[in-house]
């Protein structure tokens, strides 16, 4: 069982940046790959980005190309999502999730990760 904690979301200026973490519980971090999705108001869960459990290998959806960075630091059991040049259409909640370990199916996909954080909240507005 994987348990996960995303921090670091808030309120940002368009064209700010901010850095969301995720923390796991457990000893398997390193096994498992990790993504970030988000959800508007109203709208289906969306794939933001991903990366594999090796770090080998990183995933973006179109819209945050070139904005957005995921990484990961095992040692510390964490996955970061940095957001550059925010726009209002991120806001969202953003949820951190993980697949199985040593998966390497579909990263775009909800159905990839079985365990996913409680989310948080981020909003871009002036």
């Known amino acids: 069982q994987v348990q996960l904690v995303e921090s670091g979301g808030g309120l940002v200026q368009p064209g700010g940046s901010l850095r969301l973490s995720c923390t796991a519980s457990?000893?398997?971090?390193?096994?498992?790959?990790m993504a970030w999705f988000r959800q508007a108001p109203g709208k289906e869960r969306e794939f933001v980005a991903a990366?594999?459990?090796?770090?080998?290998?990183?995933y973006y959806g179109d819209s945050v190309k070139g904005r957005f960075t995921i990484s990961r630091d095992n040692a510390k059991n964490t996955v970061y999502l940095q957001m550059n040049s925010l726009k209002p259409e991120d806001t969202a909640v953003y949820y951190c999730?993980?697949?199985?370990?040593?998966?390497?199916?579909?990263?775009?996909?909800?159905?990839?990760?079985?365990?996913w954080g409680q989310g948080t909240q981020v909003t871009v507005s002036s």
């Open positions: 999730a993980a697949g199985d370990q040593y998966c390497s199916g579909n990263y775009y996909a909800t159905k990839s990760y079985r365990y």
């Open positions: 457990g000893r398997t971090f390193s096994r498992h790959p």
């Open positions: 990366i594999s459990w090796s770090g080998g290998s990183t």
